[in-house]
């Protein structure tokens, strides 16, 4: 943020009105594309480096999808993922009908590590970044 640049205000901010509604098509624009990310057909986990991942139920280390990630304090994160547009894994089910190749693990270890790289960042690091 530049406070001294033409056009924003004392916190670097662009002036309003047009910089409001140009922060508000960049924050859709944004919404959109993790939106996208996230409707991925298949994220397949491969591995990461910085988080504790505790079994919901015990006993269960090796059921990826009893796993809840949590960052290690301070630590560098550092995760493998796939992501599949489509993927025939999802249409497989089990006898009860649950998926056979289920991705939550994935999907909310995903919510995680962004959410921990926004507290990182503080508040406003990556508000109007381009």
Same mark, same amino acid.
């Given at each position: 943020m530049n406070p001294n640049k033409p056009g924003s205000n004392k916190y670097g901010e662009p002036n309003w009105p047009r910089g409001a509604a140009q922060a508000m098509a960049d924050n859709e624009a944004d919404a959109a594309k993790w939106r996208a990310l996230m409707s991925s057909g298949r994220l397949h986990f491969m591995g990461c480096a910085g988080f504790s991942l505790t079994p919901t139920i015990p006993g269960a280390e090796r059921d990826m999808q009893t796993l809840v990630a949590t960052p290690k304090g301070n630590a560098q994160l550092h995760f493998g993922m796939e992501f599949w547009s489509t993927h025939s894994a999802t249409a497989e089910k089990n006898p009860d009908g649950?998926? *056979?190749?289920?991705?939550? =693990?994935? *999907?909310? =270890? &995903?919510? %995680?590590? %962004?959410?921990? $790289? &926004? %507290? *990182?960042?503080? $508040?406003?690091? =990556?508000r109007f970044r381009r």
């Open positions: 649950s998926p *056979r190749w289920p991705d939550t =693990f994935e *999907r909310k =270890f &995903m919510d %995680v590590y %962004v959410d921990e $790289l &926004m %507290v *990182r960042a503080g $508040l406003y690091a =990556f």
